[in-house]
Structure formats: C-alpha cells, structure tokens
C-alpha cells in the first residue's frame, strides 16, 4: 500500500529567482494537443456554472467556454452558434449523432464527460467521433490513475480530465469507497503525461490559488474550476437574497450526481442507484473577473517563487515536500 497526498499535504520548495517582476511569466497553456489558450484556467462543464455572461468573460481572458450538456439540443446549437469557434460542446457516452452535428456547426471540439472515464465504452466514443471529425479536439475523463490517462489518448483523446472525486459537491469517495487523493491523481498522471505529450486537465479539489499553483507544478496544463466559478455573479447557478453575504446574494451549486440534479434532470434517481453528490447554498463571492484576476495573480507570485518565466519552466523545477496539519495553520493569518 502507497501513500496518496491531496493539495493540503504538499507546499513548493522556493527556487532561485532571476524574474524582475511578476507581469513577466506567460501563463499561456496547451488546452489540447493542437489548442493553446492564454490562461491555465477552465470553468467547469456544469449546469450550475457555465452561462452565457461566464463564457463572454472567460473568453476576454483568454479562456475557453466548455458548455455543458443539460439541456435541450436547441440550446446547444444556439450556444454553439454564438460562439462559433471559440467553444467546446460536451457530451456522454450516448447520442452520437447530437455531438456530431454540434461538431458540424461549428464547436471547436467536445468533452466526454462521464464519471468514470476508464471504460470500453468511452473508448469506444472517441474513436467514433475521432472516425468522422479527425480535425476535432477531444477531452475525455474522468479519471484519476496513470494507466486510465493512458488507454484515453491511446483511443484518440487529446486532453484528458483527471480527479475522481475532489469536487466540493461531490460524494463519490464517501459512497463508494473510490478514488485518488488529488495531487497524487494529478502527479500520477503527469508523469505520463510528459512522455505522450497529451496535455492534462486537473478537475476540482480547487479552493484558491494556492491549489492551482500545485496542480500546474504538478504537471497539469489546465486546471478546471466549479465552485468558484459558479458563486460568481454571472453564473448559471440560481441566485437568491442573502443580506448576510457580502454581495447580498447567495447561489446554489450542486453536483451532477446529486439528488437535486438528477430529480431535475432525469425525473429522479434510477432504480438500484444512490445520489453521488450534493447541493448547497453559499455566498456570491463577487464578479468573475474579480475571481480571474485573483487566481491569475496567484498563479504569477507562485510562479516567481519557482524561478519559472512559464509554466513549462515551472513544472521542470517543481521541488515538493510533504506536510502536516499544522503547515496549513501556520501558514494562515494569525490577528488573534
């Protein structure tokens, strides 16, 4: 038996610096294969998250918008239209010929998003969709082991989405016992990530800054975000009034496997299943761009920490340690 860590058990060595000031390293990432994006920063595929005035945002910042999958087939095509060129559809395991004509509209590619990636049948939709649309950009997931990572881009995926379980909405590791703490998914995979040169995509367990720092020293080259991005002000997530949150708004963001979503969604949970996931209600935390450009600010102090002009750079001279509980209380303010 091996140990596993999760962001919370690791910090970053400092490293010698030479970069005079922190507007200087490029955060410009590979998405896909043949995708670069400006930003290292992805919001989540989630009914709950993705929104027309999100993607606008996401967009301007150099981001790409990866739309989520439910809802009505018409509103996919008009999604698609809007932001011809500039987005990702996403889809399941089933109804081929909807992604393929979302495809033929005009979407840049699609996420093949499932709970549990590693399977006959996902493999199985890549290489269909790889079968008519070549020219297509492919993200599948999820998955959280180095030999799952592997199989996808063996059947054609050009990204693959990593974490089994990290979500803020997400119970899976409580009801069924499985998955990998993040950082060692996240490193895992990395490792063969580098040899195959099929970029990576770090999927939840996401809190500050600090957590995308690691994942991306870690070896990712994207890190996707639900949470955060769905307590902004121009989520899809229902907003209601809360006079106790600072923007005096609070929203609700749920898993996709949460009772909640699949009562919605599905009429309810099927027979011999149990909800995977939760929902709640939390504070607006303010306007995505705010959240942006706190992450992105992180992400350039931790990055003259590692002496990195980019992320590359700082992957190649990532050097972790391990750490306790009290690291994380030490390194919090203390006024009191």
């Known amino acids: 038996m091996r140990h596993a860590l999760t962001y919370d058990d690791v910090a970053l060595v400092p490293q010698f610096n030479n970069i005079p000031s922190r507007t200087e390293p490029s955060l410009e990432s590979w998405l896909t294969r043949k995708l670069k994006i400006g930003i290292p920063i992805l919001a989540s595929n989630m009914d709950s ?9 996401l967009i301007g910042q150099g981001s790409i918008p990866v739309f989520h999958r439910f809802v009505a087939l018409e509103e996919q095509e008009k999604w698609v239209k809007k932001y011809l060129g500039k987005t990702f559809i996403s889809c399941g395991i089933q109804k081929l010929d909807e992604t393929r004509k979302l495809l033929d509209l005009g979407a840049v590619g699609v996420c093949i998003d499932v709970a549990h990636g590693h399977s006959d049948r996902m493999f199985h939709h ?23 990572y592997h199989d996808l881009v063996n059947a054609g995926a050009d990204a693959v989405k990593v974490g089994v379980g990290p979500g803020a909405a997400c119970t899976t590791r409580m009801v069924t016992g499985f998955g990998i703490p993040q950082f060692t998914a996240v490193q895992d995979c990395a490792r063969i990530a580098e040899k195959l040169r099929v970029p990576l995509i770090a999927d939840g367990g996401i809190r500050t800054s600090r957590d995308v720092v690691l994942a991306l020293a870690a070896g990712a080259s994207t890190v996707m975000i639900g949470k955060l991005f769905s307590l902004t002000k121009e989520s899809a997530a229902p907003k209601r009034k809360n006079d106790k949150s600072p923007t005096g708004l609070e929203a609700k963001f749920r898993g996709q496997a949460s009772a909640d979503f699949q009562n919605e969604f599905y009429g309810g949970l099927k027979a011999k299943t149990v909800a995977e996931g939760i929902d709640f209600w939390a504070p607006v935390s303010g306007s995505a761009g705010e959240l942006i450009a706190n992450l992105l600010g992180g992400i350039r102090s931790g990055m003259t920490y590692g002496g990195a002009r980019n992320l590359k750079e700082l992957q190649r001279k990532a050097e972790f340690v391990q750490v306790t509980n009290s690291y994380i209380y030490e390194s919090k303010p203390r006024p009191n």
């Open 126 to 148: 890549i290489q269909e969709l790889k079968r008519t649309h070549p020219d297509k950009e492919i993200i599948a997931g999820n998955v959280c082991t180095a030999m799952a």
């Open 49 to 57: 998250v993705m929104s027309y005035e999100l993607a606008d945002i």
